[in-house]
Structures are given as structure tokens and as C-alpha cells.
């Protein structure tokens, strides 16, 4: 298996452009995140996907947005690009619900895309 | 505002000796995790202690959690050198979502 996969790996934008953040996993996971990480910052939950056609907001949406048509990717919009956008994005998923039980929310990584907008 | 915060910030310690590191945070919580980043890449998962569990180990790892104090510790007994890295403690709820703390970055030099 690859695990999570992300495209590109480095990006580099003018303010007002647009483009997709590409994430792919094929452990066939029903939760989907998006996080970004700045210096000397944890990771800050952008949105996240609980299924198919479901999405919802995480702490930090403004300026992104996200939609699920299938259960392998959860691509990320960037609609206006600006510099408070410079950051790290990783794209996580794990397992809905585990044996005996509910979601362990452990959340398997992919290795990010490093954004830098000008 | 992030859910976690870590302590301390920076850790520089020599290889063979212990590592730990601290972890708190704010509401209620279904399990809380740690994970570690090495440079310029995505997190691994260490370790889960659920919020009935006060003690869990893994290899070298130590895990645990007082939900009465709200915090965690993370100990790495007789540390590598490849056991430099970033760590970073989140808390879940059951939705796939985490919160993270800030992170602690452990220097381990031979």
C-alpha cells in the first residue's frame, strides 16, 4: 500500500491565484483531514471528511475549501492564494471505527506540501 | 487556540539518557496521542492511551495520562541519536479529528 499520498510537493503561488492541494489514500480510511502546520506550531485542523460527500470545518477553513466525491481522495482548494497561506499542508485519514469500538482517531499521514505564496 | 501544550519547548539531552516530555491540555478528551516528525516530514504515530488507561508502554516508550490534571507525559528511556525529532501530543474525540499541541523538539547527540 502507499499510504497517503500528496502532490504536489512543493508549490510555490502569486497572491490571487488558485490551485488543488491533491491527497490520496488507498487503505480505504472513511475520515479524511487537511492540517496545516506554521514554525513553531502544532498542526491546525483545516476541514476534514467523515465520508463520502460529507465534509465539515475544521479550526482554521477560511480561505479553503474541500469536497469528497470518493472515499480515496480529499483534494484542497485554495480559491485567492494569500501569503498567510505560506505553510506546510498535510493530509491525514484513519479508520471510522476499530474492534470494539469507535474511532481510535489515530491518523496516518502523508508527507505534506510545502506552499509558499508570494 | 490549540488544545495541547508542551513542555518544555526544546530538549537537548546526550544518547543513553531518558527523555521526557509533557503534555497538556483543556477539555474532555476520548484518547490523547503522541506523535513524532522528523525534519521536513509528515508525523508518525507513537502512541495511544485511551481516557480510561493511566499507563501504557510501547518499547521504549512510556506513556501517561492524569485526566484529572488534564496532562500526559511522554518518557523515551536510553535515547538514539535517531531519536532526534519533533513530538507532538494531540487529543481526539472520535471523529477522526485531533488537536495538537505545539510540539516538543528533542536534540539527542552521541
Known amino acids: 500500500n502507499a499510504g497517503v499520498t500528496q502532490t504536489p510537493k512543493f508549490q510555490v503561488l502569486k497572491t490571487g491565484q488558485s490551485m488543488t492541494l491533491q491527497c490520496a489514500q488507498d487503505?480505504?480510511?472513511?475520515?479524511m483531514s487537511w492540517y496545516r502546520q506554521d514554525p513553531g506550531m502544532g498542526l491546525r485542523l483545516i476541514h476534514y471528511s467523515v465520508g463520502a460527500g460529507i465534509t465539515d470545518q475544521g479550526e482554521v477553513p477560511n480561505g479553503y475549501n474541500v469536497s469528497r466525491s470518493t472515499t480515496e481522495d480529499f483534494p484542497l482548494r485554495l480559491l485567492s492564494a494569500a501569503p498567510s497561506q505560506t505553510s506546510v499542508y498535510f493530509c491525514a485519514s484513519s479508520y471510522s471505527r476499530v474492534a470494539g469500538g469507535s474511532s481510535t482517531d489515530t491518523q496516518y499521514f502523508g508527507p505534506g506540501t510545502r506552499l509558499t505564496v508570494l | 487556540s490549540q488544545q495541547g501544550e508542551e513542555d518544555p519547548q526544546a530538549l537537548s539531552i546526550q544518547e543513553g539518557e531518558n527523555a521526557t516530555m509533557n503534555c497538556s491540555y483543556k477539555?474532555?478528551?476520548?484518547?490523547l496521542q503522541w506523535y513524532r516528525q522528523n525534519s521536513g516530514r509528515g508525523l508518525v504515530h507513537l502512541i495511544l492511551?485511551?481516557?480510561?488507561?493511566r499507563e501504557k508502554h510501547s518499547g521504549r516508550l512510556r506513556v501517561t495520562l492524569d485526566t484529572s490534571k488534564k496532562s500526559s507525559s511522554l518518557l523515551i528511556t536510553a535515547s538514539r541519536a535517531a531519536d532526534t525529532a519533533s513530538y507532538f501530543c494531540a487529543t481526539g474525540t472520535g471523529w477522526g479529528k485531533l488537536q495538537f499541541g505545539a510540539g516538543t523538539q528533542v536534540v539527542v547527540t552521541p
Open positions: 477539555t474532555s478528551i476520548n484518547n
Open positions: 487503505m480505504n480510511h472513511e475520515y
Open positions: 492511551i485511551r481516557s480510561n488507561e
